[in-house]
């Protein structure tokens, strides 16, 4: 199991979020960890880019990942959760992520959204002054504001790659299932880590 940490920083126009790497992780006994499942949506709203190639125009775009409590990491205010994630454009075929992606709540910075590891890159992130107490697991509805995103980045998934030019405006969804799953009891996270991700750097912002 690897730890995370992500330290956050914003410019004028700019949001830099930043894994550090420092492999510190511990494994030993314990007794049995309960999970709760959870689904994490980040929906662009009018929003123009391509996947594979085809065009797409100020259309709905989901972004969807699903994991369970157990496995968010936190430090410093971040939130991360790193599962397979997929996405949607337009209501039309959910294609998944061939990139390591996570769901990510920066309270620093005020944001919550996706990140994609592989490219070291935001996806597409809302921003609101919600998140600066919020985590992966507290908030009870939606959270819509202005989104963040690199105009043009490229992320890969299992039908092409996807980008984005413009979106509106964004909204964050977070969603505890009722149902409790039970973890191995022989292992147990003791130390503490943190994995390095730079740059996920955020070029533009769009006005609601």
């Known amino acids: 199991m690897t730890c995370l940490s992500l330290v956050g920083s914003r410019k004028v126009g700019l949001f830099a979020a930043s894994f550090v790497l420092a492999f510190a992780c511990l494994v030993g006994w314990a007794s049995p960890a309960h999970a709760t499942a959870i689904t994490v949506t980040e929906t662009a709203l009018g929003a123009s880019g391509t996947l594979d190639g085809t065009a797409f125009n100020d259309v709905t775009v989901t972004l969807s990942l699903t ?38 709540v920066n309270q620093a910075a005020g944001v919550g959204g996706f ?45 092409g790659t996807l980008d984005f030019t413009s979106i509106t405006s964004s909204t964050f969804k977070e969603t505890l299932g009722g149902t409790s799953v039970p973890e191995p009891s022989s292992l147990l996270l003791l130390g503490t880590g943190l994995v390095s991700l730079l740059g996920m750097t955020l070029l533009r912002k769009q006005p609601v």
Not at 76 to 88: H, N, R
Not at 124 to 142: D, K, Y
Request: no cysteine; charged share 5%; proline share 4%.
């Open 115 to 159: 990140g994609d590891f592989s490219s070291n890159l935001a996806i597409v992130f809302t921003q609101n002054p919600v998140f600066s107490t919020a985590t992966l697991t507290s908030l009870t509805g939606p959270v819509t504001g202005s989104a963040l995103f690199n105009d043009g980045a490229l992320f890969n998934t299992v039908a």
């Open 67 to 104: 994991g369970n409590t157990t496995s968010i990491t936190s430090g410093g205010g971040v939130y991360i959760l790193e599962d397979p994630a997929t996405v949607s454009v337009a209501g039309g075929a959910t294609v998944a992520f061939a990139d390591s992606v996570a769901a990510v």
